[in-house]
């Protein structure tokens, strides 16, 4: 199967977008810059489109104008290995953004994120139903999610 690369349309920040994201993951550089040139639509010599890499995954911004606009139907999963990897990428992610409620956050242009422990699906999935049941009630009150607290609900403590 060929690579599969998210390409993100931004109005004209892709090229900021991608300075930021590669601030916050490990393993990230941003790649070739193409300009515009005079044939347009945009203005000469600004990027047009960014390449770059998340923590080793390809990824692209073009700058396409104000036509198209994110939306929570396409968001990014991060799952995490412990509460100060959720603190990091959550606290980073939201900085100029606004949290939501699971987990989920819409960072500073607008693309949604999903900051969540690994093992969360195990969890609202395994063999006890009712465990499931009270992680999903503790998840749901939340909009960072705490990875004990939702243990302990899950355990009925």
Same mark, same amino acid.
């Given at each position: 199967?060929?690579?599969?690369?998210?390409? /993100? @349309?931004?109005?004209?920040?892709?090229?900021? &977008?991608?300075?930021?994201?590669?601030?916050?993951?490990?393993?990230?550089?941003? +790649?070739?810059?193409?300009?515009?040139?005079?044939?347009?639509?945009?203005?000469?010599? %600004?990027?047009? $489109?960014?390449?770059?890499? /998340?923590? +080793? #995954?390809?990824?692209?911004?073009?700058?396409?104008?104000?036509?198209? #606009?994110?939306?929570?139907?396409?968001?990014?999963?991060? &799952?995490?290995?412990?509460?100060?990897?959720?603190?990091?990428?959550?606290?980073?992610?939201?900085?100029?953004?606004?949290? +939501?409620?699971?987990? @989920?956050? =819409?960072? =500073?242009?607008? /693309?949604?994120?999903? $900051? $969540?422990? #690994?093992?969360?699906? %195990?969890?609202? &999935?395994?063999?006890?139903?009712?465990a499931a049941k009270r992680g999903m009630a503790?998840?749901? #009150?939340?909009? =960072?999610?705490?990875?004990? $607290?939702?243990?302990?609900?899950?355990? +009925?403590?």
């Amino acid at each position: 199967m060929p690579p599969i690369t998210p390409c /993100l @349309w931004f109005d004209n920040e892709a090229l900021a &977008a991608a300075e930021h994201y590669v601030s916050i993951f490990p393993n990230s550089q941003i +790649g070739a810059i193409s300009r515009y040139t005079d044939a347009g639509p945009g203005e000469p010599g %600004e990027p047009m $489109v960014v390449e770059f890499t /998340l923590d +080793g #995954k390809p990824f692209m911004g073009l700058n396409g104008g104000p036509l198209f #606009k994110f939306s929570e139907a396409v968001s990014f999963t991060i &799952a995490c290995e412990d509460q100060a990897e959720i603190d990091h990428y959550w606290e980073r992610l939201c900085e100029g953004g606004q949290p +939501g409620q699971c987990g @989920w956050l =819409k960072d =500073k242009f607008g /693309l949604s994120w999903q $900051v $969540v422990p #690994k093992g969360m699906g %195990e969890l609202m &999935a395994g063999p006890d139903p009712e465990a499931a049941k009270r992680g999903m009630a503790a998840v749901l #009150k939340m909009t =960072k999610l705490e990875i004990d $607290v939702i243990r302990a609900a899950a355990r +009925g403590d």
